[in-house]
């Protein structure tokens, strides 16, 4: 077995006693953002006199943006704008997290703060009641980076048996799924399910639906669950879109997309008509599908293992070797979703989600990034 993290050491026991303890009125609210790397999650825990209702009664905050390569040394002060709050599982009631913006010293949006843009086509498109879920997929690793439970010399057996698998050789590290899945309930994320995955030690969580800005918002909120839910384990979430070269399959972020006409009886032709527009666009959309602007989904999206290849466009009824798939039941219902198998496991959901947005729903008139 991989080696076990110093914190995971410690007496667990010895924490529910403090754990415990009396907190008076106060309340105990941990600040979530998004990092310089547009990838890394950052917190920072503070004391209110009292319990926050809503997002509304919980004040702005500010951190050290030079220490998150998000500023320089000059100007290193950075906004958290809070923007959702959901109940803490960790310390439990009444105390919260809550998910913020950074803006920089001028409050406009940091280089990796994409939620701002994200929110505006979103409202842009709001009559659409556009639906998104996300499957995101990962892999464990033990503090050495090599993936948990694997011999340290050499390989497990080839992958066949560990997709939805049961069994202590198949199924690694399921502890750390169904903890993950209590604390998203507890925190209140619209979790949707969980399943071991194809190669061993990796697994998946599902969010949503989620209307709009809330696909992003709760995707993001899961993943700090999850690496958090890891530190107790001793073991590491990479969302890696590729941690393993050669024969084992990568990990990606699937995304389910749905709009009201498309849930609405015959709706199959407006997503028909969605993956048509999704077509003329595919190298911009392949772009911010990954944390590298397209670099990372090279090693992922090669036409094998159940993906398509990152050059090509493809979409297909039931066809997990394509760009956009149309799940069996919705081509019989002839209404319903399609999703997008192209996001990298390690995607901005905002980012996904105001490509999608925008391609599928805004005429080219309104297609002015950033504005
Ligand atoms: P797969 O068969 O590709 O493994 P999953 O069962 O893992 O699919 O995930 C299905 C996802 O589709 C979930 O995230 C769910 O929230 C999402 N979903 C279901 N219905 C809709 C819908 N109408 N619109 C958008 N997303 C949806
Ligand atoms: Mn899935
Ligand atoms: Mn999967
Ligand atoms: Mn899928």
Redesign the pocket.
């Known amino acids: 077995m991989a080696s076990v993290s110093v914190s995971s050491r410690f007496i667990k026991a010895a924490r529910e006693h403090y754990m415990s303890l009396s907190q008076g009125d106060k309340c105990q609210v941990t600040y979530i953002w998004i990092d310089g790397t547009g990838e890394g999650l950052r917190n920072k825990t503070r004391t209110l006199d009292t319990e926050p209702k809503s997002v509304e009664n919980i004040p702005e905050w500010n951190f050290d943006g030079s220490s998150t390569s998000q500023s320089k040394d000059s100007d290193s002060d950075m906004y958290l704008i809070p923007v959702r709050m959901f109940r803490d599982p960790f310390t439990r009631d009444p105390n919260k997290l809550v998910l913020c913006e950074v803006l920089r010293y001028n409050r406009l949006p940091a280089e990796t703060n994409h939620r701002t843009s994200c929110k505006k086509v979103m409202d842009q498109v709001k009559e659409h009641k556009i639906?998104?879920?996300?499957?995101q997929e990962y892999t464990l690793l033990g503090t050495d980076g090599h993936p948990f439970g694997w011999p340290q010399n050499g390989f497990p057996a080839p992958q066949g048996p560990y997709y939805c698998a049961v069994g202590t050789d198949k199924a690694i590290g399921r502890d750390i799924v169904e903890c993950h899945y209590k604390a998203c309930l507890y925190a209140g994320i619209k979790i949707?399910?969980t399943?071991a995955e194809v190669m061993p030690s990796q697994w998946?969580f599902?969010?949503?639906?989620c209307e709009g800005i809330e696909m992003g918002d709760e995707l993001w909120v899961a993943r700090f669950l999850l690496h958090r839910v890891c530190e107790d384990f001793g073991v590491i979430a990479t969302l890696d879109p590729k941690p393993m070269k050669g024969n084992w399959n990568g990990s990606g972020a699937?995304t389910?997309?749905?709009t009201e006409q498309m849930?609405e009886e015959g709706g199959l032709q407006y997503i028909e008509q969605a993956i048509e527009r999704l077509s003329k666009r595919h190298m911009e959309h392949i772009k911010v599908y990954d944390a590298h602007g397209g670099q990372d989904n090279l090693r992922r999206l090669t036409g094998r293992h159940e993906t398509s290849n990152v050059n090509e466009f493809s979409a297909g009824v039931a066809n997990r070797a394509a760009s956009i798939r149309i799940?069996r039941q919705v081509g019989q219902d002839k209404k319903?979703?399609f999703?997008d198998r192209r996001p990298a496991a390690n995607c901005d959901p905002y980012l996904v989600t105001e490509a999608i947005a925008r391609t599928c729903l805004l005429d080219d008139v309104e297609q002015v990034k950033g504005s």
């Open positions: 639906w998104f879920g996300i499957e949707f399910g399943n998946e599902q969010v949503g639906p699937h389910n997309v749905s849930r799940p319903g979703y999703e």
